[in-house]
């Protein structure tokens, strides 16, 4: 396992990377790699049993200047101040790197939800919409799920925002059940932008991802469907993992019926016909493309000179540190950055978004047409980016793209010297 790397520093030291090539000014670097402001809560609410629990809970709104904050709420244990600020300034450069007019914002409260009945984590979700409630709307900051949320964290979460409002706004949260107001697509989105990702990097890499061999750290939303879309593009899954471990079988595994297994065993570990390996194996494996789909510092410097894979296509946020990104790029090993190849859950969140303002619903084939262009054209920019300027990998390609564009509003905004 990886060291812990803070999430903070390392958003920190990429943005310092990519600012000394496009020249941002001394005057506005600070400003680049802070949230511009951050929530801090306690939330008390009663338990089952009649007794009263407080946990803590963080919204960052890290940079409003290319439109609303927009980011998800994450339930996890290791759910820290700092964790959330990085979160959030990932989210406004993900933003401007696939120019979706957003800012960057991230929440999350310091549980681990297997611990709570669905009415505890009911009445916990709904005392944070309330604590939200004067930083969040439609055109302010629009939360969205993550790790542990989903359709039904943000039905109650605009259910509270609804009721203290008084008013109806569906477009105040993304990530909404379909009758709510959801989007087509939006579950798969994540996970079909990973996809798209390594399909447009085996082709800029000129090779064929059909019969690549594929390695997936992560089993849960991104990484399940990011696996099952790169089987249907032809490539071999031969290795998934989850927090309980990992599994390998050389001749390739069915996606879909992992993900089977693992809905009926509670973990992706014992699916029948692979060898059980640890994660560390999964993640320095001999394959094509390695795809860590799970949480922050995954890989660190160590792991990384180990990495055998010579693509790495980031469906969570900040799987690899600086350190690992550092002797990535000495190995030519290419990494295509979570700011663009996880950017189809909230390139999906803003159709979603789009189509609750027109109270008008777009057919999944509409939204997944729409995404592949917006993707493709990213990664397009990505590439000349990376081609016409002296940096040292795509992420930092990525940061001057995302840089640009906020500081160009920032400044068209009139607040430039
Ligand atoms: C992420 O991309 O990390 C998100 O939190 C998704 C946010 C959204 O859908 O608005």
Same mark, same amino acid.
């Given at each position: 396992?990886?060291?812990?790397? *803070?999430?903070?520093?390392?958003?920190?030291?990429?943005?310092? #990377?990519?600012?000394?090539?496009?020249?941002?000014?001394?005057?506005?670097?600070?400003?680049?790699?802070?949230? /511009?402001?951050?929530?801090?809560?306690?939330?008390?609410?009663?338990?089952?049993?009649?007794?009263?629990?407080?946990?803590?809970?963080?919204?960052?709104?890290?940079?409003?200047?290319?439109?609303?904050?927009? @980011?998800?709420?994450?339930?996890?244990?290791?759910?820290?101040? #700092?964790?959330?600020?990085?979160?959030?300034?990932?989210?406004?450069?993900?933003?401007?790197?696939?120019?979706?007019?957003?800012? @960057?914002?991230?929440?999350?409260?310091?549980?681990?939800?297997? #611990?709570?009945?669905?009415?505890?984590?009911?009445?916990?979700?709904?005392?944070?919409?309330?604590?939200?409630?004067?930083?969040?709307?439609?055109?302010?900051?629009?939360?969205?799920?993550?790790?542990?949320?989903?359709?039904?964290?943000? *039905?109650?979460?605009?259910?509270?925002? /609804?009721?203290? /409002? *008084?008013?109806?706004?569906?477009?105040?949260?993304?990530?909404?059940?379909?009758?709510?107001?959801?989007? /087509?697509?939006?579950?798969?989105?994540?996970?079909?932008?990973?996809?798209?990702?390594?399909?447009?990097?085996? &082709?800029?890499?000129?090779?064929?991802?059909?019969?690549?061999?594929?390695?997936?750290?992560?089993?849960?939303?991104?990484?399940?469907?990011?696996?099952?879309?790169?089987? &249907?593009?032809?490539?071999?899954?031969?290795?998934?993992?989850?927090? $309980?471990?990992?599994?390998?079988?050389? &001749?390739?595994?069915?996606?879909?019926?992992?993900?089977?297994?693992?809905?009926?065993?509670?973990?992706?570990?014992?699916?029948?016909?692979?060898?059980?390996?640890?994660?560390?194996?999964?993640?320095?494996?001999?394959?094509?493309?390695?795809?860590?789909?799970?949480?922050? *510092?995954?890989?660190?410097?160590?792991?990384?000179?180990?990495?055998?894979?010579?693509?790495?296509?980031?469906?969570?946020?900040?799987?690899?540190?600086?350190?690992?990104?550092?002797?990535?790029?000495?190995?030519?090993?290419?990494?295509?950055? &979570?700011?663009?190849?996880?950017?189809?859950?909230?390139?999906? $969140?803003?159709?979603?978004?789009?189509?609750?303002?027109?109270?008008?619903?777009?057919?999944?084939?509409?939204?997944?047409?729409?995404?592949?262009?917006?993707?493709?054209?990213?990664?397009?920019?990505?590439?000349?980016?990376?081609?016409?300027?002296?940096?040292?990998?795509?992420?930092?390609?990525?940061?001057?793209?995302?840089?640009?564009?906020?500081? #160009?509003?920032?400044?068209?905004?009139?607040?430039?010297?």
């Amino acid at each position: 396992m990886s060291s812990e790397a *803070n999430p903070f520093e390392s958003l920190r030291e990429q943005v310092d #990377d990519a600012a000394a090539v496009v020249d941002a000014g001394s005057g506005v670097i600070e400003r680049l790699k802070n949230p /511009e402001r951050v929530l801090e809560t306690n939330l008390t609410f009663e338990r089952d049993d009649g007794s009263l629990e407080t946990v803590r809970a963080y919204r960052s709104q890290f940079n409003g200047d290319r439109g609303p904050y927009k @980011g998800g709420i994450r339930y996890h244990p290791g759910v820290t101040r #700092d964790e959330v600020k990085a979160l959030s300034g990932w989210m406004a450069y993900k933003c401007a790197v696939v120019d979706i007019p957003y800012g @960057g914002g991230k929440g999350g409260i310091a549980i681990d939800p297997a #611990d709570y009945s669905a009415d505890e984590l009911e009445r916990i979700t709904r005392a944070f919409a309330t604590e939200l409630r004067p930083l969040i709307g439609e055109d302010r900051d629009i939360p969205a799920p993550d790790v542990n949320t989903g359709q039904r964290e943000m *039905n109650w979460i605009k259910d509270t925002y /609804e009721t203290l /409002e *008084n008013t109806t706004a569906p477009g105040v949260i993304t990530g909404k059940a379909i009758d709510s107001g959801g989007s /087509e697509g939006r579950v798969e989105a994540t996970g079909r932008s990973v996809a798209l990702s390594a399909r447009e990097a085996f &082709d800029w890499l000129g090779r064929d991802l059909a019969g690549a061999t594929v390695a997936v750290q992560g089993y849960g939303n991104a990484g399940s469907v990011a696996a099952a879309l790169l089987d &249907d593009l032809g490539a071999t899954v031969v290795a998934v993992s989850d927090s $309980s471990g990992a599994v390998h079988a050389p &001749d390739g595994l069915d996606p879909s019926d992992v993900k089977s297994h693992k809905s009926e065993t509670g973990s992706v570990t014992g699916y029948l016909g692979a060898d059980d390996i640890t994660n560390d194996e999964l993640l320095t494996l001999d394959v094509d493309c390695l795809v860590p789909a799970a949480l922050e *510092n995954a890989v660190d410097g160590d792991l990384a000179a180990d990495v055998a894979a010579d693509l790495i296509v980031e469906a969570a946020n900040g799987p690899l540190t600086p350190d690992a990104d550092d002797v990535l790029a000495e190995r030519d090993v290419h990494v295509v950055p &979570d700011i663009l190849a996880n950017a189809g859950g909230v390139t999906v $969140s803003y159709f979603e978004w789009v189509q609750n303002r027109q109270r008008f619903s777009w057919t999944e084939e509409r939204v997944n047409e729409e995404l592949e262009r917006v993707i493709t054209a990213a990664f397009d920019t990505l590439v000349d980016t990376y081609e016409s300027n002296e940096v040292h990998n795509l992420r930092t390609a990525a940061y001057v793209v995302g840089i640009g564009r906020i500081v #160009d509003a920032y400044d068209q905004a009139g607040n430039w010297p």
